[in-house]
Nanobody, 121 residues
Framework: QVQLVESGGGEVQPGGSLRLSCAASGSIFSIYIMGWYRQAPGKQRELVARITQGGITNYADSVKGRFAISRDDAKNTVYLQMNSLKPEDTAVYYC???????????????WGQGTQVTVSS
């Protein structure tokens, strides 16, 4: 019923930038929280950044000052601008959304399929 489709991943040199996008589609009534998580090989999935419907954001300490999350509610899309990338930012990045479907009273969580970000010289 709902799809989260990520784009914008790739390979970049240290110090470079990438912009990730995630578009949600389906029978959506409202999206309350949209966010990005990442998982590096051998590590647990961790929160990178998230943004509420009201625009409140929070970030992992490791990305503060380098990454910026934003959303366009007209497009049901969340963005992650990543600057000053480091090798330790290498991971699969997953889009996440807490939303309510049309004709539903429940808030449900959805995940995208993930997009690879590799930071390497």
């Amino acid at each position: 019923q709902v799809q989260l489709v990520e784009s914008g991943g790739g390979e970049v040199q240290p110090g470079g930038s990438l912009r990730l996008s995630c578009a949600a589609s389906g029978s959506i009534f409202s999206i309350y929280i949209m966010g990005w998580y990442r998982q590096a090989p051998g590590k647990q999935r961790e929160l990178v950044a998230r943004i509420t419907q009201g625009g409140i954001t929070n970030y992992a300490d490791s990305v503060k000052g380098r990454f910026a999350i934003s959303r366009d509610d007209a497009k049901n899309t969340v963005y992650l601008q990543m600057n000053s990338l480091k090798p330790e930012d290498t991971a699969v990045y997953y889009c996440n959304a807490w939303l309510r479907l049309l004709r539903s009273i429940q808030t449900e969580e959805y995940w995208g399929q993930g997009t690879q970000v590799t930071v390497s010289s």
